[in-house]
């Protein structure tokens, strides 16, 4: 009996070494594999999407059939009419698409000397900041710096009163050949404006971009994130618009101050109903131009633009997903030095984009392009 419980004993213990050998060299050999995988790609970028649902009753997986997704977007469209109506517009300026006019002045072939563009930023800014243009060219937008990377840049702009300031806007657009003016004053209530145009400018003029990259003139891009990092991991992406997300009732309604909504707009609201984006950097995947320009041409004109942009027309339009970009989960200890001029007060998606003051920007650029190439 003790001989048959040693023997037993024996066999056990046998069998646990190895199995505990077989298990060690496994989760090194599956260890390694990983580790080889996350070196390839240096890391994923943390971000999780929430999409526009046509109706909470499909699902993801789900693809609703043409006729029914007509009906919904109709029903969202009236919803949309009814909550910003404003009754001082007419016919012809209710509807942002119909008050751009013509350009003043644009060069069409910004994006057909190469047969594919990887980023196309749309830049709005004012006619006074010519150093902000001036450093955009030299650094995120210099396509020289990223190849084989393609990167174009469009700055758009407003009419001015302004004769002296005007001539000079002629000269650097005759310099550059970059620059695109509407016919529309340049105005801070017409930044909706600046943002249909832009959108008929890329659907008109860059159509071969793999994603369309709008910011506001005070913003430093990591273009070497973008084009290393966001570009291989995201360029199969389709109908999905990335940003920093307010979700729906979030953000109030401000019926005083800078940002005033007048009391006949969102009546009875004290929070916007749709999630939208900041506006100060966004990229939205090129299949969506056409269509957000064309829900332009009948969604109601609504002042502040990163709500009519990024949180009406998506709404209008339904079935597009909106990506939250979490870039400083996962931020490799190189990349926090980079970001290192970020301010609590400062907005920032530090992996990409940084939106800072002038006087910080050559910093922070000087410090993602020594990172990228220590």
Same mark, same amino acid.
Not at 188 to 209: E, I
Not at 247 to 272: A, C, E, Q
């Given at each position: ?73 109709q029903n969202r469209l009236a919803e949309v009419k009814r909550e910003f109506l404003d009754l001082s517009l007419t016919n012809e300026t209710m509807y942002p698409a119909n008050r751009t ?89 017409? @930044? ?36 290393? @990092? ?75 633009d990163d709500v009519y942009l990024f949180g009406v027309l998506p709404y209008v339009i339904g079935n597009i997903n909106f990506t939250h970009c979490e870039f400083n989960i996962f931020l ?42 220590s």
């Amino acid at each position: 009996m003790k001989m048959a419980t040693r023997l037993i004993g024996g066999i056990l213990t046998s069998a646990t070494f190895w199995f505990i050998i077989i298990l060690s060299v496994t989760m090194i050999w599956y260890g390694g594999k990983h580790w080889s995988n996350r070196k390839n790609t240096a890391f994923s970028l943390f971000t999780w999407t929430r999409p526009y649902m046509t109706s909470k009753n499909i699902t993801l997986g789900e693809q609703p059939t043409n006729n029914y997704n007509d009906l919904m977007q109709q029903n969202r469209l009236a919803e949309v009419k009814r909550e910003f109506l404003d009754l001082s517009l007419t016919n012809e300026t209710m509807y942002p698409a119909n008050r751009t006019g013509n350009y003043i002045f644009s060069n069409p072939n910004v994006c057909k000397d190469v047969s594919n563009i990887d980023f196309i930023i749309i830049v709005h800014t004012a006619p006074t900041q010519f150093e902000r243009r001036q450093r955009i060219r030299a650094t995120f937008a210099n396509t020289s710096l990223f190849y084989p990377a393609q990167i174009r840049a469009a700055f758009l702009l407003g009419i001015t009163t302004d004769s002296k300031l005007t001539e000079m806007l002629w000269r650097e657009h005759r310099t550059y050949n970059d620059t695109v003016m509407g016919d529309f004053i340049d105005d801070y209530h017409n @930044l909706t404006l600046k943002g249909v145009m832009g959108l008929r400018w890329v659907k008109d003029h860059c159509p071969n971009a793999a994603f369309v990259l709008k910011i506001d003139d005070d913003v430093v891009i990591n273009m070497f994130a973008l084009v290393h @990092l966001f570009l291989p991991q995201m360029k199969a992406m389709k109908r999905t618009i990335f940003c920093m997300v307010l979700f729906n009732g979030t953000m109030f309604v401000h019926r005083t101050g800078k940002w005033k909504v007048d009391s006949h707009i969102l009546p009875n609201r004290t929070h916007y109903p749709f999630s939208y984006c900041t506006g100060f950097a966004v990229i939205l995947t090129p299949d969506l131009i056409n269509e957000l320009y064309q829900a332009a041409n009948v969604s109601p004109f609504f002042w502040i633009d990163d709500v009519y942009l990024f949180g009406v027309l998506p709404y209008v339009i339904g079935n597009i997903n909106f990506t939250h970009c979490e870039f400083n989960i996962f931020l490799p200890e190189s990349y926090k030095k980079a970001v290192n001029c970020t301010l609590p007060q400062k907005m920032a998606i530090p992996m990409f984009s940084l939106h800072l003051h002038d006087r910080d920007f050559w910093t922070c650029w000087y410090q993602m392009k020594s990172e990228q190439q220590s």
